[in-house]
């Protein structure tokens, strides 16, 4: 049972390079969620899923689009990264928020650097 | 929206002295999380609180929620450098269509001197 994966660990690209991130998930949840965090800044929403083919936009979605056709893939793409997408970006899944004992589950996080 | 300070954001103490760390919301908390991040790694659930004058405890670590459930606070008694990392509170938050997510504080970075 892996959990939360996130493909890859550590990136560096050139502006205007595109690349996808990958997060997979084990656990049959319904909600995934992408986050990026930056220093001093905490963790702010990108993208988030409700179910399979289903997407919305967070608190910073500008740059970024995200696909969820498959239940436990949550992809993130960036179409032509600018340095301001340094950041490191986390996944996460719940299963159902309305379960108020349960919690999100957090990928590993993926290391972006933009030169 | 909802935002949520923590203080400090930043602490050094030595290695087993007690610590608290502060998260105060701008807006009733229904539902608030405390996560640990280790540099480098992913987040990790600690507690979740709900009720006003809720207290949690796991090892050394309490949780508690005040009574206006606007404010939470996590101590740690004895502090040992495993101790060591990020710590995150995060609130319960509703998006669109009742969707909800999670409202973060910038994060409190935690050392432990030897």
């Known amino acids: 049972n892996a959990g939360v994966t996130q493909t890859p660990k550590f990136r560096v690209l050139k502006t205007g390079q595109s690349m996808t991130l990958l997060c997979a998930q084990d656990m049959n949840h319904e909600y995934m969620y992408w986050y990026r965090q930056d220093p001093g800044m905490g963790l702010r929403l990108i993208h988030y899923s409700v179910g399979e083919g289903t997407t919305a936009k967070g608190e910073v979605p500008d740059g970024y689009n995200v696909s969820r056709l498959k239940k436990q893939n949550f992809l993130l793409g960036l179409e032509s990264a600018a340095p301001s997408q340094t950041s490191v970006y986390f996944c996460?899944?719940?299963?159902?928020?309305?379960?108020?004992?349960?919690?999100?589950?957090f990928g590993p996080g993926t290391r972006l650097t933009v030169l | 929206s909802q935002e949520l300070e923590q203080s400090p954001q930043s602490l050094i103490v030595q290695e087993g002295k007690n610590l608290t760390i502060n998260c105060t919301s701008s807006k009733t908390l229904y539902g608030l999380y405390w996560y640990k991040q280790k540099y480098g790694e992913g987040l990790i659930f600690l507690m979740m609180l709900q009720k006003g004058g809720e207290e949690k405890s796991h090892e050394k670590i309490t949780a508690k929620l005040d009574e206006k459930k606007q404010q939470s606070s996590l101590h740690i008694t004895a502090s040992q450098p495993s101790h060591a990392g990020i710590y995150l509170c995060?609130?319960?938050?509703?998006?669109?269509?009742?969707?909800?997510?999670?409202?973060f504080g910038q994060g409190t970075r935690l050392t432990i001197n030897p």
């Open positions: 995060g609130a319960d938050s509703y998006l669109i269509q009742g969707a909800q997510k999670l409202v």
């Open positions: 996460a899944t719940w299963r159902a928020p309305t379960q108020y004992t349960d919690t999100q589950y």
